[in-house]
């Protein structure tokens, strides 16, 4: 089993519409976790990271779920502007950080 | 967004040359990395330096050679490559191993032909 492991891709959706992400992990002594966002032939940029109560910035919210070790991205109001690759990176105390495969969303008009 | 350069951006070397990577970070991070990115695959971790110490070799072969003068310059020095090498090169750092997030440079697209 994966130690990170990203819905599979794609994601092909309207402009406008609401689309959400998940990622599991194995470690549960995870303690840090982020998801970035990567376009294509460039390097990937951290979107957020995420917190135990679940927070939001603007249309994208990311939750944590510790009992059930998976983090969630939800975005809203999709934009053309949002087609990327997203990774999801779960970290262990003082450990390396694992990236996920990533999850590629495509917003069309 | 400058915090994190590396250069050159794209390199083509030959199966015998020898080439080196650089990066250099303008965040005062402590933890510097370096991490490969194959066509279609994943990110790979290749090397962590945390207060210029090298605290993670992830199995990578002798061809590459990482060196870490400072908390913000990190190289990855490469020889007898092979074609399968080739691939995108990410520097990143943060603030301390672990925890913090990293921020990557623009990587290095290489090329071994």
């Known amino acids: 089993r994966k130690e990170v492991e990203q819905d599979p891709g794609p994601f092909n959706v309207p402009e406008g519409a609401t689309v959400a992400f998940n990622c599991t992990y194995s470690n549960s002594a995870s303690q840090s976790f982020f998801w970035y966002r990567q376009d294509c032939r460039k390097e990937p940029k951290l979107l957020m990271s995420v917190y135990s109560s679940g927070n939001e910035d603007g249309r994208f919210t990311a939750q944590l779920n510790r009992a059930s070790q998976y983090i969630s991205l939800l975005i809203r109001d999709s934009k053309l502007s949002d087609s990327a690759t997203y990774l999801c990176v779960v970290t262990p105390n003082a450990g390396k950080s694992t990236f996920g495969d990533g999850t590629t969303l495509t917003v069309k008009p | ?113």
Do not use: I
């Open chain 2, 1 to 113: 967004e400058t915090g994190v350069t590396q250069t050159p951006r794209h390199l083509v070397m030959g199966m015998t040359n020898k080439k080196s990577l650089k990066c250099e970070q303008h965040l005062g991070h402590n933890a510097m990395y370096w991490y490969k990115q194959s066509a279609k695959k994943p990110l790979e971790l290749m090397f962590v330096y945390n207060f210029k110490e090298q605290t993670e070799n992830n199995s990578v072969p002798s061809r590459f050679s990482p060196e870490c003068p400072n908390s913000s310059h990190l190289f990855l020095h490469l020889h007898t490559l092979q074609p399968e090498d080739s691939a995108l090169y990410l520097c990143a750092s943060s603030q301390e191993q672990g925890d913090s997030p990293l921020h990557f440079g623009n990587g290095t697209r290489l090329t071994v032909t």
